[in-house]
């Protein structure tokens, strides 16, 4: 069965730092695009950051320069580092294998909280 | 940066009834290798999102055929031919053509039984 599940997060101070994961199974990252998603309290969706299967990495403007994206491919897993985290950063993180243009897979996600 | 424009933002419907969500992208979504990466996506409360269509009108893996995606180039329809009460939640719409620089999502219809 192919999964995602997310782990990391929890309440942290502003200015403080977290690292986000990404276990998968019933499939191998490093063959896949892999991404964050995130969505704030009571709102929509927003794209944070991908790797694509040759390592490059993308981010979204609000979280360029503070966030990075790595996989471990013998973990198979994918991590969101964030630094410099802000008040707005407070969100669900949810993590998604995309394929087709589009996100196949979805973890449950994990809460950020940022206090400030 | 490319901004999708979901109408209505909320929509009552009757049981058994249709429903029709509308998609329109600031710029056209057809990519160079010819495709059009437009997918639309199904969140219920307290849970992740689930794909239901993807490049406009595909749909995935064991998505009722009471769903159906239509359009093109930068005007996208999501079609419920008759709702089920399971389909109450939010839905996106969602483009993949302009990457990678960025990913973007409607604002979300949420569909909700009258």
């Known amino acids: 069965e192919v999964q995602l599940v997310e782990s990391g997060g929890g309440l942290i101070q502003s200015g403080g730092s977290l690292r986000l994961s990404c276990e998968a199974s019933g499939f191998t990252v490093s063959t896949h695009y892999m991404s964050w998603v995130r969505q704030a309290p009571g709102k929509g969706l927003e794209w944070v950051s991908v790797i694509y299967t040759d390592g490059s990495t993308y981010f979204a403007d609000s979280v360029k320069g503070r966030f990075t994206i790595s996989r471990d491919n013998s973990k198979n897993t994918v991590y969101l580092q964030m630094n410099s985290l802000r008040a707005e950063d407070t969100a669900v993180y949810f993590c998604?294998?995309?394929?087709?243009?589009?996100?196949?897979?979805w973890g449950q996600g994990t809460l950020v909280t940022v206090s400030s | 940066d490319i901004v999708m424009t979901q109408t209505p933002l909320s929509s009552p419907v009757t049981l058994g009834q249709p429903a029709s969500i509308s998609c329109r992208s600031s710029?056209?979504?057809?990519?160079?290798?010819?495709?059009?990466?437009l997918s639309w996506l199904h969140q219920r409360p307290g849970q992740p999102p689930r794909l239901l269509i993807y490049?406009?009108?595909n749909r995935f893996s064991g998505v009722p055929d009471r769903f159906s995606g239509s359009g093109a180039g930068t005007d996208f329809t999501l079609k419920i031919s008759r709702v089920e009460a399971e389909d109450v939640g939010v839905y996106y719409c969602?483009?993949?053509?302009?990457?990678?620089?960025?990913?973007?999502f409607g604002q979300g219809t949420k569909l909700e039984i009258k």
């Open positions: 490049m406009i009108s």
């Open positions: 998604a294998r995309e394929g087709s243009g589009t996100f196949f897979t």
């Open positions: 969602m483009q993949a053509t302009h990457f990678p620089q960025m990913y973007s």
């Open positions: 710029q056209s979504l057809v990519h160079s290798d010819g495709n059009t990466y």
